[in-house]
């Protein structure tokens, strides 16, 4: 259930009114939700950009469009307004929109994915790279496949070791080894190319 207070409703109207006759209310959306990268997207709507299958959220002369598959990232989310001299500040909280912790029940595929996509990925992404589970064997062992700038990179096998390798085996429980499956031969655009 989505909660929008009375201010934010009334902020609605408002804009409504002054996009003109061809709004017909406000469309909310999650990118990448579910993700560490999740982000709310709230914007205008017409009715041509309607598919029928939104969620509709009716308030006295505005109405809420939540995109069908976005529902789940929005659950217990609240929309506000806060007014101040300088124009105010539309704030929407959803605490699903980045996913959940899973938790001790989780499988350790779950688990090894949440730390990839929260801890591990960031970190890669700032030199072009990122981390892609292939598989956890019955033994323990976390396979993975590295991509962009990691992909061929010189330093992967440091990176591997230091970083990924012991972020894993702290965080995840189980974790017996991570071993990488890429072929660095083939990569393009390594961050540090191979001696």
């Not at 704030?91 to 688990?111: F, H």
């Not at 981390?131 to 993975?144: H, I, W, Y």
Request: aromatic share 6%; with cysteine.
């Amino acid at each position: 259930m989505i909660e929008v207070s009375i201010r934010a409703q009334s902020y609605f109207r408002q804009l409504l009114v002054e996009q003109g006759e061809e709004a017909v209310g406000v469309l909310l959306r999650a990118i990448d939700g579910g993700t560490p990268a999740g982000e709310v997207k709230l914007e205008f709507c017409e009715a041509a950009d309607l598919k029928g299958d939104e969620h509709r959220i009716d308030y006295p002369g505005a109405c809420i469009y939540v995109d069908r598959s976005s529902l789940p990232h929005f659950d217990g989310a609240h929309i506000d307004y806060e007014p101040s001299a300088t124009g105010g500040q539309l704030n929407i909280r959803a605490p699903r929109i980045k996913g959940e912790v899973p938790t001790g029940d989780a499988g350790l595929v779950d688990r090894v994915r949440h730390v990839l996509d929260s801890m591990v990925n960031p970190q890669l992404a700032m030199h072009g790279g990122k981390a892609k589970l292939e598989q956890v064997t019955e033994e323990g062992v976390v396979l993975l496949r590295f991509g962009g700038g990691c992909h061929g990179c010189g330093m992967v096998e440091m990176t591997m070791r230091n970083g990924v390798e012991k972020t894993l085996m702290a965080k995840v429980p189980g974790i017996t080894g991570v071993r990488d499956v890429t072929d660095h031969s083939s990569g393009t655009k390594p961050y540090y190319a191979p001696r």
